[in-house]
C-alpha cells in the first residue's frame, strides 16, 4: 500500500510540475497572475497529497484528475499563429514556387547588421536554378554551452551565389529565447531563407557567437532534394503554423527529419539533441570530408575571425572559405568566382 501511494504522489507532482509551468509559460494575463494561478495550483496539490496519505485515496484522485483533465483542455486550446507581432528579422515567412530546375524564393532576407537594434530591413525576391547547385555546408554557431549550437545549412550555386536556410523560433518583438519555453508552446516555428552575409554576420559580428562552417559531402541528387525539401516545408508553415519544440521541432531535428526521408537509414543519436556535437554525428556518417579528423576539420573551420574581417564585403562568402577542406580553389567549377 505504501508504494502504491508513494508511486501515486510521485505521478501527481511530476505532472503538477508539468502543470505549474505550463501555466508560467502560457497562462493569459500579467506576471502577477500566472504566478497566483501557479500558487494556486502548487497549494491545492499539497492539499491532495495531505488528504491522500490520509486515507481520502479515491476523492483525492478523481479531484486530482479533473483538474489535470481541465488543464489539458486549455493546454490543447492553444493553437500556433502566423499573425503577432514579429520581431523585424522574423516578420515575413518565406516561401517559393518550383518550376522545373527554377525556385523563385519570396521573403528571402537581406538585412544589413550593424548592432542588434540598428540594422537595414530588407526582404528580396530571388531565383535559383538548380541544376547549377554545387555545394551544402552545414555551419555551427556557438554562444554559450559546447553542447548546444544553432545549425545553418548554405547552399552554394556555381555561379557564386549563395543562400542560407535556418530553422528558427518565431521570436515576438522583444521576446527572449527560453529553451525550457520551447517545451511548453511558446513560440512558433520558422524556416528563413537568407542571404549568407546576413544569416552569419548577425551572429559572429553582432551577436559575438562563435562559428563553424564544414563542406559536407552530399551527392547533387540530395543536395537537390534536400533544397525541395526546405521550400516545402518553408511553404507549409507560411500557410500552416507549427509550435516549436525543444526537441521535436529545433534547428537539428527538422532538418535531421528531411535528410532521413531522403535518404533513409539515419539513426537517432544523442547528438541530434545536443546540437554542438552534430559534427561528429555528421562526421561518423560520412557526411564531412573524409580525408581530415574531425579535430582539424574544426580548427580550419572557424569563421568567426575571418567574418568579422570581411564584414560587409561583397566577397564575404569567399573570404569566410579560405583554408576550409573541400573549399579549395582546384575544386570549384568552371565559371565560378574564385577564392580570393
Known sequence: MLTLLFLTSLAIL?????AVLALWFQAPGSTVARQGLMIGWSVAVVALLILLWQGWIWQSLVIYVVMFVLLRRWWASLKPSNDRDWADDLARTTHGTIQGDLVTLHNVRNFNWRTEDDYDICWETRE???????SVDMTTSYWGLPAIAHVLLSF???NGDFVVFSVEIRKERKELFSEIGGFFKKFELSIVATDERDALRVRTNVRGEDAYLYHTRLTDVT???LFVSFVEEANKLATTPRFYHSITANCTTLVFNMLRRIIGGLPLDVRLLLSGYLPAYVQKHRGLQLDYSL???KQRGRITQSAIAADQAEDFSWRIRQGIPGWEPETLPSGQAPIK
Do not use: I
Not at 14 to 18: I, K, Q, R, T
Not at 128 to 134: F, G, K, T
Open 14 to 18: 511530476l505532472s503538477s510540475l508539468w
Open 223 to 225: 543536395a537537390r532534394q
Open 156 to 158: 552554394g550555386f556555381d
Open 128 to 134: 535559383y536554378d538548380l541544376s547549377r547547385l554545387h
Open 295 to 297: 579535430k582539424t576539420l
